[in-house]
């Protein structure tokens, strides 16, 4: 006999515990299914281990440059296994979160093994049949592996194997210029290994703002990274213990090779047809509300493509929980969905670039770029390199941003705020705190006057005249 149960959560990563954890607490009756570990990817594989491997490579270069502030120390000797321990520290320190005990805690059923539906209002796991008023898709994604001769037998590493190293590879080629590959490329740079990127473009980094890309680039270059553009891997060999990698038409030898280019929807075992859930090349289909094409199924997170990023798998955890638990109103908005790459300097982005605004609104479209040269805690920090680009209309209406530089990710939150609630551009010239590196953005905010008044003939005649005025009343007093 089957279970009933108002909602049936199948995926514990972000999108699927943000769900479970929000349904148990208006007491809904709620059970989780998971084939593995909760946490998903994010815990384990991505954003957690990924930080805290990029923090441990950031000391040692800061370590290794401090000559250039009169600070002398010897050689940085590395332990690369103490770097991927403080990463499994970090881990084992935010899992608890996401334990099965916490979820349990807080009334949610846990069942963990690989389940598949076998009608459209009935999934079943080890045996036990599972029914409910709605059903949540959120089994995330896996590494896409492309398809080169001889890369499988001569083996590879994935984002799932990376962060469990004990021993640094001298030599690491890297498949893919995307963030996942650029962030560990350059951790791994800095921790000792040589590294070559190959990227099937010719810039890295291809989907963001091209002159934030190249900043970045740049630096790449500046501390040794390799890089591949417009090159694709194309065969791989073992020759004498060494990987051979053939791409664009050169062959490299390195020990390891890291596969960084794209995400897979885990799919494959639900059995989706049977439940009339309809997946495309991204991944499942859904409309606005984020309802699969049978309307008691919804789907949030990596498995439906999109935005492949944990905040926003929250953000669609609780679209599909207003929508699943009471009524199917609420549709997802992606008008505002910030993001950052956290390379050295970091990049990040909101909204639309200059290209697609252009396109988009023709010539009412003002670029406002301030170069963190000009910001004097950019200067007190030497980490001048970079810039913000905030792209507006005429009327101060926030299109879009770029910032590239010193915490960059932290800093796109006061525009994402403004572009949440529609505020022009000029409340972002308020008061700051000097000196803050903030001050990229207030000091952008205020370029759209200067740009306005710089095309404005009829103004500076007029405040000519007008100060003219002022000092011939002035003389005659």
Request: glycine residues 10%; hydrophobic residues 40%.
């Amino acid at each position: 006999m089957a279970v009933e149960y108002d909602i049936v959560v199948i995926g514990g990563g972000s999108g699927g515990l943000v769900v479970a954890a929000a349904a148990a607490q208006l007491k809904a009756k709620v059970v989780l299914v998971e084939r593995d570990r909760l946490g998903g990817d994010c815990l384990w594989f991505g954003c957690v281990p990924s930080k805290s491997l990029i923090h441990a490579s950031r000391i040692a270069y800061q370590v290794k440059n401090a000559s250039r502030f009169g600070i002398h120390t010897q050689p940085a000797e590395i332990e690369f296994a103490k770097a991927t321990g403080h990463v499994q520290q970090v881990i084992a320190n935010i899992q608890p979160h996401d334990s099965p005990e916490r979820f349990r805690g807080l009334g949610v059923e846990v069942i963990f093994g690989e389940g598949k539906f076998i009608d459209g209002k009935t999934f079943e796991v080890d045996g036990k049949q599972l029914r409910a008023r709605a059903f949540v898709i959120a089994t995330g994604s896996r590494p896409a592996i492309p398809s080169v001769e001889g890369l499988k037998p001569g083996g590879f590493l994935t984002n799932e194997q990376v962060f469990s190293l004990q021993e640094r590879p001298n030599s690491l080629a890297v498949i893919g210029a995307g963030p996942i590959g650029c962030e560990l490329s350059q951790a791994f740079s800095r921790l000792g290994s040589d590294v070559t990127i190959i990227s099937s473009k010719n810039q890295i980094l291809p989907k963001e703002d091209s002159e934030a890309a190249q900043v970045v680039q740049e630096q790449f270059e500046s501390e040794g990274i390799k890089i591949l553009g417009e090159a694709r891997a194309e065969k791989v060999e073992v020759v004498d213990g060494k990987k051979q990698l053939t791409a664009g038409g050169k062959t490299i030898t390195v020990d390891e090779i890291l596969v960084a280019g794209g995400r897979l929807p885990n799919v494959e075992s639900l059995n989706l047809e049977a439940a009339g859930v309809e997946v495309g090349k991204p991944g499942i289909i859904v409309n606005q509300k984020l309802q699969t094409t049978n309307p008691k199924i919804y789907a949030c997170g990596d498995v439906i493509g999109g935005y492949q990023f944990t905040h926003v798998a929250g953000y669609e955890a609780v679209v599909v929980l207003t929508n699943a638990l009471f009524f199917p109103i609420s549709k997802a908005n992606y008008r505002v969905i910030p993001w950052a790459t956290f390379t050295d300097p970091e990049l990040a982005r909101v909204g639309l670039t200059q290209k697609q605004a252009q396109e988009r609104y023709g010539n009412d479209v003002y670029v406002l770029k301030q170069p963190f040269s000009d910001v004097d805690r950019a200067q007190a920090e030497a980490a001048t390199d970079g810039f913000g680009k905030i792209i507006t209309k005429g009327n101060g209406q926030i299109l879009g941003a770029h910032l590239v530089g010193l915490a960059a990710g932290e800093l796109i939150h006061e525009i994402v705020l403004a572009m949440s609630n529609k505020l022009p551009v000029s409340a972002l010239t308020g008061i700051h705190v000097y000196p803050t590196l903030s001050e990229v953005n207030s000091k952008a905010g205020l370029l759209l006057k200067k740009q306005k008044y710089a095309k404005s003939v009829w103004q500076q005649n007029l405040l000519e005249k007008f100060f003219n005025w002022r000092r011939s009343v002035s003389d005659k007093e």
